[in-house]
């Protein structure tokens, strides 16, 4: 049989594997705060959507993805029962309580590149952190392309007003 993971707050006392005492009490130890008994796992595709919503709020992200995966992800759109995914150019890695997340962008044409990578940094670690608990070490930006004012719009099937609507 295996041993509780509370074994250690049980030490010193006579009890069995069941936190009886001799005389068959149930519950007669305290095992501490609820909140605190058992594990949380956050899986890498809750931290990318997490993540992809964050980086797509900030004005002059375009949208998400390199060219070929945003090619992918709108034939998978217009497939029946497809649908608009926000984790298209996001990738997590996740830890006990840590992550780290690389970012594929296309910027709007005319934006400071600089400032569209801070803003969309900012705003992944503070969502992130703020819906998970867990430590943001690293966001690591890339830009994937610019969005020029004349280009069609029909990479991703969004247009930057669309997207920010939803």
């Not at 004005?59 to 926000?86: C, E, I, K, N, W």
Request: charged share 30%; glycine share 12%; net charge negative.
């Amino acid at each position: 049989m295996t041993e509780p993971a509370h074994r250690e707050q049980l030490e010193g006392f006579n009890v069995d594997d069941h936190g009886r005492t001799p005389g068959g009490a149930v519950g007669s130890v305290n095992l501490g705060d609820p909140a605190l008994r058992g594990r949380t796992t956050i899986a890498d595709g809750v931290v990318e959507k997490i993540a992809g919503l964050a980086a797509r709020d900030v004005v002059g992200v375009h949208t998400l993805g390199t060219g070929f995966a945003r090619t992918l992800g709108a034939v998978r759109d217009r497939v029946p029962g497809g649908s608009r995914t926000p984790i298209r150019g996001v990738k997590a890695e996740v830890g006990e309580v840590q992550t780290a997340v690389d970012i594929d962008i296309v910027v709007d044409y005319g934006v400071s590149i600089a400032d569209v990578a801070r803003a969309v940094r900012e705003n992944v670690v503070a969502a992130v952190e703020r819906m998970t608990g867990l430590e943001v070490v690293e966001v690591n930006v890339a830009v994937a392309d610019v969005k020029l004012p004349d280009e069609i719009d029909g990479d991703d099937g969004y247009d930057a007003d669309d997207r920010r609507r939803q």
